[in-house]
C-alpha cells in the first residue's frame, strides 16, 4: 500500500508520519473507527484524569500497583491485585485513583482496558506509565459502555494502523490520535448496560471453571514431587559482597531484590524437593543470524507477541504470512523453544515449530535443549510458564521502561530437573489439563464475541 497527499497539506499532523496504512486510516475513515453515521470525538468525552507522578523514590505508603500483567487482554478484569500492594518502585508510576477508566497506549490492539470503580481496595491505585487514566467528560458515555467500545475487536483493529514505534514489539498509540478517534453514539443505553451486565454474568461463570496455566503447573509439579507446597519469597534483604566477588557480573547491578535473588536465593526459582541445577547446564542461546529489515528471499509466518497467547504460551496465528519486514527478526530455525527477555512477566514462552519457515522479535531469546535425555523441551516451557518464573522474572529484569531479562541471568537461573520419565509424565498431565481448560476458553471467547456484535447492534 501506499498513499499520495497534495503538497499543501504536508504540514498537517497526520500526514507527517510514515506509514501507508496510518495515513489511508485518516484519510478514508477521518478517525471513523467503525463508520457509523452518529459519532462523538473521544476528545470531546473524556480526558486526562491528573496524572500526577509518583517517582519511584518518593513512595511512602503502600499502594495498589495496576501493571499490564494485572490485567485480562480484551476482556478488562483484573488478576492478582492482592499480589501488587506495594510500598517500593522501581520505576515511576502513575495515579489512577481519581481516574473513571484506565486504557494502555501500550499494545492497545491487545486490549489493556479496565474501569477504576471495580477495583476493590483500601489503598492508593497507582499504575504503568503506560497507562491513559481518563475521566469521563459531563457524563458524556457511560463507562461501562466505552470500556467495551475500546475493546472491541474492530477498534483493536483499526488502532494496528496508529501505533507507532520501531520496535513491534512495544507499539504505542499517540495521545493526539487516541483522543482525536470518532466513536459511535450509543441508543437505549439502560437496555445495553443491562445485556452487557448479563454478558460479563455468563463470562464470569465461565472463568470461574477455568484454572490458569499458572495454577494447572503449580499443581502439577506438586503432585509429581517436583517441587514442594511452600514457596519462595523474595524480600529486602541487605546484604555485603565481599571484595573478591565484586567484579562478577550480578554483583554489578544495583537492586535490593535482585541481589537478594542471587545472593540469598542462589538463582533458585523453586523450593524443590530434589537438587536444582543451572539451566546452562542443558540449553544454550541459538544464534541463528537474524534477518535485516527489507524485502525478504522467501516468505516467511511471523510470530510476534500478537500472534501468542500471553500466559498460556500457546501460538494463535501461524498464518501471518509476509515478504518484507519493517525492523530485524530472527530465525526460528533448530531451536526447541523461545522465550520474552521483554517483560518475561507477560509469559510468551513457546514451542518452535520446526516443519514451518518462522521467524519472529528479536525481543525472543531462542533456545536449544542439548541435552534433550535430561531436560524435556515441553517441561522447560512449563517451567518457563510458571508463577516462580513470571514472579521472580520481575526481579532480575532491567530497563525503566522496557524490562528485559539477559540471557546470562536466564541462563544462570536454577530449576528442578527431575528424572526425564517424570518430566514427560508432569507434560503430559499438564497435557490432559490444558484440553479441558481450552475447551472452556473457546466457550468464553465465542460469547465475548456475542457481546462484540451485540454492542455493535446499538450503535446509531
Not at 477495583?119 to 504503568?128: A, W
Request: with cysteine.
Amino acid at each position: 500500500m501506499y498513499s499520495i497527499c497534495d503538497f499543501k497539506e504536508i504540514g498537517k499532523h497526520r500526514l507527517l508520519r510514515n506509514g501507508a496504512r496510518y495515513i489511508d486510516f485518516w484519510n478514508s475513515t477521518n478517525g471513523n473507527v467503525f463508520s457509523v453515521r452518529k459519532t462523538i470525538k473521544l476528545k470531546d468525552c473524556v480526558e486526562f484524569a491528573s496524572c500526577k507522578t509518583i517517582k519511584k523514590d518518593d513512595i511512602d505508603k503502600a499502594n495498589q500497583l495496576i501493571d499490564l500483567a494485572n490485567v485480562s487482554p480484551n476482556y478488562g478484569s483484573l488478576i492478582n491485585l492482592n499480589e501488587n500492594i506495594v510500598a517500593e518502585l522501581g520505576s515511576d508510576k502513575v495515579f489512577l485513583s481519581d481516574a473513571d477508566i484506565v486504557f494502555s497506549k501500550l499494545n492497545s490492539h491487545i486490549g489493556y482496558v479496565f474501569l477504576v470503580n471495580e477495583i476493590k481496595t483500601d489503598y492508593d491505585i497507582i499504575g504503568s506509565t503506560e497507562f491513559f487514566p481518563l475521566k469521563i467528560i459531563n457524563n458524556r458515555i457511560n463507562p461501562k459502555i466505552l470500556k467495551y467500545i475500546l475493546l472491541h475487536s474492530k477498534f483493536r483493529e483499526k488502532s494496528t494502523f496508529l501505533k507507532t514505534g520501531k520496535s513491534q514489539s512495544h507499539p504505542r498509540i499517540q495521545r493526539d490520535d487516541f483522543f482525536n478517534l470518532h466513536i459511535p453514539l450509543v441508543k437505549y443505553e439502560k437496555s445495553l448496560l443491562s445485556k452487557i451486565n448479563r454478558y460479563e454474568n455468563l463470562i464470569n461463570r465461565i472463568d470461574e471453571e477455568i484454572d490458569s496455566m499458572q495454577s494447572i503447573i503449580h499443581d502439577v509439579l506438586i503432585e509429581f514431587k517436583v517441587v514442594k507446597h511452600n514457596e519462595m519469597s523474595i524480600g529486602n534483604s541487605n546484604y555485603l559482597s565481599g571484595i573478591k566477588d565484586i567484579a562478577k557480573q550480578k554483583y554489578l547491578r544495583l537492586g535490593a531484590k535482585y541481589n537478594d535473588f542471587w545472593y540469598n536465593y542462589n538463582g533458585c526459582l523453586f523450593s524443590s524437593v530434589g537438587e536444582l541445577k543451572s539451566l546452562k547446564g542443558y540449553v544454550k542461546i541459538d544464534r541463528t543470524p537474524k534477518l535485516k529489515k527489507g524485502f525478504l528471499d522467501e516468505i516467511y509466518s511471523l510470530i510476534d507477541f500478537d500472534q501468542v497467547d500471553s500466559l498460556l504460551g500457546v501460538i494463535n496465528n501461524f498464518e501471518n504470512y509476509i515478504t518484507e519486514i519493517g525492523s530485524d527478526k530472527i530465525i526460528f530455525g533448530e531451536c526447541d523453544l523461545l522465550t520474552n527477555k521483554l517483560r518475561p512477566y507477560l509469559g510468551y514462552t513457546i514451542l518452535n515449530d520446526k516443519s514451518k519457515n518462522l521467524i519472529g522479535t528479536t525481543e525472543f531469546i531462542p533456545l536449544i535443549v542439548f541435552d534433550k535425555e535430561k531436560l524435556n523441551p515441553e517441561f522447560l516451557r512449563y517451567l518457563l510458564l510458571s508463577k516462580q518464573y513470571l514472579d521472580k522474572s520481575q526481579f532480575i529484569s532491567s530497563g525503566k521502561e522496557h524490562p528485559r531479562i539477559s540471557t546470562i541471568d536466564l541462563l544462570n537461573i536454577k530449576i528442578p530437573v527431575p528424572d526425564i520419565n517424570i518430566q514427560k509424565e508432569v507434560v503430559k498431565e499438564i497435557h490432559n489439563k490444558e484440553i479441558n481448560n481450552n475447551r472452556l476458553i473457546l466457550k468464553r471467547n465465542k460469547v465475548r464475541q456475542m457481546l462484540d456484535d451485540m454492542l455493535q447492534s446499538f450503535f446509531v
